[in-house]
């Protein structure tokens, strides 16, 4: 089976040592690191913006995979983009004109992600899949870490993986919200090859977190 990409969600991770956190998954072996950008608006919840992400740049090399869940969201591309972030990724309720938004991000010179709701259905990407390198399927609400893994979205893995190959494209397929040691297996056989795990990267500390990416890519 596909060994996937694990990008750690510092969502869960210590805040007051933010920096440190990302050298320590970095080092525990994270493909890239996953930002949770939230505005009190567009979710029920605040956590950082770009100064943030500008600040953690320097703690590692690896792609900074920024999942902007804020409304109105073209606004902030270019400071995002600024800050460091290699991939951005939107929600298409979160703008007027997801095409648009899309355009933005790959003119800034990123990667460019859409991301699906629990509720959105896979055929919004019709008109999007030529455009996009990446979708972020949300197996949870989005807001908060430490959820349950909505199962209903594996058929939509499947569909997403389909229309992927069908486009012959080189299309990240991430899936974000209650992915750990059971449901990961799950989401890679449905099709995913990016997983998003906040909880179960950082749970028991940091001499935990190489175990518990290893655990997360089925390597143990
Ligand atoms: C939810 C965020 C997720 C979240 C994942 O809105 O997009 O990235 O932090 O957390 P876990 O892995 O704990 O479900
Ligand atoms: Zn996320």
Redesign the pocket.
């Known amino acids: 089976m596909t060994v996937p990409l694990i990008s750690p969600?510092i969502?869960?991770a210590d805040f007051a040592r933010l920096g440190e956190e990302v050298r320590a998954i970095d080092e525990a072996g994270a493909d890239w690191v996953?930002v949770?950008v939230?505005d009190g608006h567009f979710?029920p919840?605040i956590t950082i913006g770009p100064a943030v992400v500008k600040a953690l740049r320097p703690h590692s090399a690896k792609p900074f995979d920024v999942?902007l869940?804020i409304s109105p969201v073209d606004s902030y591309l270019e400071a995002f983009a600024e800050a460091g972030a290699d991939i951005i990724t939107v929600h298409p309720e979160a703008g007027p004109h997801v095409y648009r938004t899309v355009q933005t991000i790959k003119n800034l010179g990123k990667k460019a992600g859409i991301?699906l709701n629990p509720a959105t259905p896979a055929k919004m990407l019709d008109y999007l899949i030529d455009e996009i390198d990446l979708v972020l399927v949300?197996?949870?609400?989005?807001?908060?870490?430490?959820?349950s893994?909505i199962s209903s979205q594996l058929r939509k893995i499947e569909a997403v993986r389909k229309m992927i190959e069908k486009s012959g494209r080189d299309i990240r397929l991430e899936v974000?919200?209650?992915?750990?040691g059971i449901t990961a297996p799950l989401c890679v056989a449905a099709g995913a090859d990016v997983l998003?795990?906040?909880?179960?990267?950082f749970r028991g500390g940091a001499s935990q977190y190489a175990a518990n990416i290893e655990t997360l890519k089925g390597l143990r």
């Open positions: 969600s969502l869960s996953h949770d939230m979710v919840n999942h869940m991301s949300m197996s949870v609400n989005p807001g908060f870490g430490g959820q893994f974000d919200g209650g992915v750990d998003v795990a906040g909880s179960a990267t």
